[in-house]
């Protein structure tokens, strides 16, 4: 038996540096994230106050020690359109009271993603329903002017610097969420679920979290046809919206025809005799 260092053996050196090899090889190999080939390292939630933090110290960038830090905000310009549309997305609708999210930010605070899912991700018919719902709703919010109140414009002047989150807003609590009153008998086929976050998520109806596929019963979309009432139209006659139909503007252009009242569009192949062409 030889030992490690004899003739014929790897020295103790070798064996430590492949030790460390394999140790390496491993440690990248089952690493919690891991995304085409190479290893990311988890990070922690961070609570809320550190983003403010960052937010509210670098409120005034005339500062001599933000000046390194100006280069990274002018990059982050192109960013700004993705981050307001997720942040649109995340907008609770009017029937949700709260509605907390995920943000990415970055360490100098030049941007800011909400990482969470959209708000309003539910099948089509509900959709319809729930915001036909807020339109009797917020009609009746207006008439008796709970949560509506006139602003003066512009709200806030050039000058004016932003307000602090923590100092003007954490405090105060919500308004009351808007929603339809229904009823248990008329409305029961909805009414457990109607105005939940993620409703009908976990049941036989759809088909998961993404609500590609849906097949609801009867009672349910009877009683959400008659909720979405107010924005169904009640016209069933399919040639009344011939002028807002792509299909027939298809049809109209490759055949270097006019529908009366539409457009006129550039011909595919323009006709050698003038004679030939529509109106």
Known sequence: MQTPGSSGGPT?????????????????????????????????????????????????????????????????????????????????????????VGVVYHITGAITFVESEPACRVIEPLYIAQWGSMWIAQRREKRDRRHFKRMRFPPFDDEEPPLDYADNLLDIDPLEAIQLELDEEEDSAVFDWFYDPEPLKRTKF?????????????????????????????????????????KSFFTAKALNMCIPGGPKFEPLYRDMDKADEDW
């Not at 009432?229 to 009344?240: E, I, K």
Request: glycine share 4%.
């Open 206 to 246: 759809v088909n998961g979290e993404s609500y590609r596929k849906w097949r609801l019963p009867l009672p349910i979309m009877s009683t959400l046809y008659r909720l979405a009432g107010q924005l169904l139209s009640d016209l069933t006659d399919r040639n009344y919206f011939y002028l807002f139909e792509s």
């Open 12 to 100: 103790a050196d070798a064996l430590e540096e492949k030790a460390r090899k394999w140790q390496a090889a491993q440690k990248s190999r089952y690493a919690q994230q891991r995304r085409f080939g190479h290893c990311v390292a988890s990070k922690e939630n961070l609570p809320a106050e550190h983003c403010r933090k960052v937010v509210r110290d670098r409120g005034d960038l005339s500062a001599r020690k933000w000046r390194h830090d100006k280069r990274v905000y002018l990059g982050a310009l192109k960013f700004v359109p993705h981050a307001v549309l997720h942040l649109l997305q995340a907008l609770p609708p009017p029937w949700a009271q709260v509605r907390w």
